[in-house]
């Protein structure tokens, strides 16, 4: 689950407690909108943004009825007849709000989605208000990362081609090519591995090299954030005194952020040349 969907349903679940706390009432410490739709205010962003006819906005919502949720990148319409754009209207970014919705008072985009025939009730949370210019920005910026992730699927698959690495050498992700098999037992979580590797670029230039510093790698297998997750799921493979070579594409490597050393850049394939040494 990722941070915001946790968030989003801490909140939701405080609701949910709310209203049964207050079961007879209608509605309490909630504001009524135009067109019969009701709001309470959950928590408060740092931003005094509001929305303006045309700006884009990224919502996230909740519905405590059918427990599904949806993140919606929308665009703020000319006309705001119905109850759901007034409530949307008075948030800022990093707002949320409890709304109580009637089905006629709702776009399509949420009654189809969420198969609303009466009310919704749901959790608004807005994450981010795109002026057009900032839009535009965010735009160009998705397609820079597009052009980049096409451009690193490209390189990654001449270099497979060229070292005939099929799809039968792929495992969760990354491609294991193995070397020499090793006569120790297999890693398994909860050791601690002590393991040589040199690390490279497809074109085989190389930027890490733990034999040359004399420091083979240590950590613990299943501890999280010690190793690269591509290097841990090939290192899961292996058994004591084998080697392997691994191809970690970014999403399993360094990312769309590159390493924070700056050596390997961002949307990079990566190669390891690895070898367990000892399994504690």
């Given at each position: 689950?990722?941070?915001?969907?946790?968030?989003?349903?801490?909140?939701?679940?405080?609701?949910?407690?709310?209203?049964?706390?207050?079961?007879?009432?209608?509605?309490?410490?909630?504001?009524?909108?135009?067109?019969?739709?009701?709001?309470?205010?959950?928590t408060?962003?740092?931003?005094?943004?509001?929305?303006?006819?045309?700006?884009?906005?990224?919502?996230?919502?909740?519905?405590?009825?059918?427990?599904d949720?949806?993140?919606?990148?929308?665009?703020?319409?000319?006309?705001?007849?119905?109850?759901?754009?007034?409530?949307?209207?008075?948030?800022?970014?990093?707002?949320?709000?409890?709304?109580?919705?009637?089905?006629?008072?709702?776009?399509?985009?949420?009654?189809?989605?969420?198969?609303?025939?009466?009310?919704?009730?749901?959790?608004?949370?807005?994450?981010?208000?795109?002026?057009?210019?900032?839009?535009?920005?965010?735009?160009?910026?998705?397609?820079?990362?597009?052009?980049?992730?096409l451009?690193?699927?490209?390189?990654?698959?001449?270099?497979?081609?060229?070292?005939?690495?099929?799809?039968?050498?792929?495992?969760?992700g990354?491609?294991?090519?193995?070397?020499?098999?090793?006569?120790?037992r297999?890693?398994?979580?909860?050791?601690?591995?002590?393991?040589?590797?040199?690390?490279?670029?497809?074109?085989?230039?190389?930027?890490?090299?733990?034999?040359?510093a004399g420091?083979?790698?240590?950590?613990?297998?299943?501890?999280?954030?010690?190793?690269?997750?591509?290097?841990?799921?090939g290192?899961?493979?292996?058994?004591?005194?084998?080697?392997?070579?691994?191809?970690?594409?970014?999403?399993?490597?360094?990312?769309?952020?590159g390493?924070?050393?700056?050596?390997?850049?961002?949307?990079?394939?990566?190669?390891?040349?690895?070898?367990?040494?000892?399994?504690?």
């Amino acid at each position: 689950m990722n941070r915001s969907k946790a968030f989003a349903w801490s909140l939701l679940g405080l609701w949910m407690i709310s209203l049964v706390a207050c079961q007879g009432e209608t509605y309490p410490g909630y504001r009524e909108v135009r067109g019969g739709g009701h709001y309470k205010r959950l928590t408060v962003g740092d931003s005094g943004q509001r929305l303006k006819n045309g700006d884009r906005f990224d919502l996230r919502i909740s519905s405590s009825a059918t427990d599904d949720s949806m993140a919606w990148q929308g665009q703020y319409p000319q006309q705001q007849q119905l109850a759901f754009w007034r409530v949307l209207k008075i948030l800022n970014p990093g707002d949320s709000v409890l709304a109580i919705l009637p089905n006629d008072e709702l776009p399509d985009t949420l009654k189809q989605y969420f198969s609303v025939t009466d009310t919704l009730k749901c959790l608004l949370y807005l994450k981010q208000i795109y002026t057009p210019e900032t839009w535009k920005a965010y735009q160009d910026e998705l397609a820079l990362k597009a052009d980049a992730e096409l451009n690193e699927q490209q390189a990654m698959k001449r270099y497979l081609d060229a070292h005939q690495i099929t799809e039968e050498q792929r495992y969760g992700g990354i491609y294991i090519v193995p070397v020499e098999e090793g006569r120790g037992r297999t890693v398994d979580s909860g050791d601690y591995v002590v393991a040589h590797y040199r690390s490279m670029f497809l074109d085989s230039t190389e930027f890490d090299n733990s034999y040359e510093a004399g420091s083979p790698l240590e950590f613990r297998m299943g501890k999280p954030d010690q190793v690269l997750p591509g290097f841990a799921m090939g290192i899961r493979t292996m058994r004591l005194g084998s080697k392997s070579v691994f191809i970690i594409p970014s999403q399993l490597g360094y990312g769309e952020w590159g390493s924070t050393t700056g050596l390997v850049p961002p949307y990079t394939t990566t190669i390891f040349e690895v070898e367990v040494i000892a399994i504690k």
